[in-house]
């Protein structure tokens, strides 16, 4: 299937959150396992209740089984989320410090394990909202900041990188258009007045 000229640039959000799946994520085993060796590690043996470090998408896998409890990320609390939110108001050009794949893993965290593995998952999701359109909207405006050579925006995760990836390729041909334009018309203008 041929992709269209827009596509070819950026992930689609499912193939993101795919690849946010291999992130490491712990879990409480509610069954004993050996270990399991795969391609991309070994799984630990599982041992109730200790805990268990595996790939997210064995955890979903799992939790849909009722064979595990996923342990949201320590940055998944609501005081770590309020701590984020805080920090992405008080500071107007940067953002805070969240994982590369946060959007993706709250995502599937929130929608997963809510129900009994959160703690007031109304609430994580509200914050989860209001970080993700401050951000955004973040986002947005630290496009104007956009010049030839290079946009500064540090801390953004993967999906945020992903959604402005092709209008910012788009602009930066632009830009890089209109400087050689300038430059040419600038060289232009030397080579007149030496003339005179």
Wanted: aromatic share 8%.
């Amino acid at each position: 299937m041929a992709l269209r000229p827009c596509q070819t640039f950026s992930f689609s959000p499912s193939e993101i959150a795919f690849i946010a799946e291999f992130s490491p994520i712990d879990i409480i085993p509610r069954q004993a396992m050996d270990a399991l060796p795969l391609i991309g590690g070994i799984i630990p043996e599982f041992k109730p209740p200790s805990r268990v470090t595996v790939p997210l998408w064995m955890a979903i896998f799992l939790k849909r089984q009722k064979r595990a409890n996923i342990l949201p990320p320590s940055w998944l609390s609501q005081e770590a989320l309020e701590g984020f939110l805080e920090a992405e108001h008080k500071v107007e050009n940067g953002f805070s410090a969240l994982p590369l794949r946060w959007f993706e893993i709250s995502r599937i965290n929130a929608g997963i394990s809510a129900s009994d593995d959160m703690e007031q998952p109304e609430l994580i999701r509200r914050l989860l909202r209001d970080l993700r359109e401050t951000r955004q909207g973040k986002t947005r405006d630290g496009l104007v900041s956009i010049n030839e050579t290079h946009l500064q925006m540090d801390n953004l995760g993967s999906m945020e990188i992903n959604e402005i990836r092709s209008f910012f390729a788009k602009s930066m041909d632009q830009i890089r258009r209109l400087s050689a334009l300038t430059a040419d018309n600038e060289d232009l203008n030397e080579m007149e007045d030496q003339s005179e």
